[in-house]
């Protein structure tokens, strides 16, 4: 898989998380491609910000 590969070539260069932004990878599972790094989710992010606000 293409993104199990990108994954491995930032862990070997010392990333410590990744940044979902603006794509449709966080509907691939999280736990699929993560591989234990801290993963930042931007679509999950925006949703519960809006959750928050809209129930404020």
């Given at each position: 898989?293409?993104l199990?590969?990108?994954?491995?070539?930032f862990?070997?260069?010392?990333?410590?998380?990744?940044?979902?932004?603006c794509?449709?990878?966080?509907l691939?599972g999280r736990g699929?491609?993560c591989d234990?790094m801290?993963?930042?989710d931007?679509?999950e992010?925006?949703?519960?910000?809006?959750?928050?606000?809209?129930?404020c």
């Amino acid at each position: 898989m293409i993104l199990k590969e990108a994954v491995g070539f930032f862990k070997q260069h010392a990333a410590e998380a990744l940044v979902l932004g603006c794509t449709e990878l966080s509907l691939l599972g999280r736990g699929d491609f993560c591989d234990g790094m801290l993963l930042f989710d931007s679509t999950e992010i925006l949703a519960r910000a809006l959750i928050r606000e809209a129930t404020c």
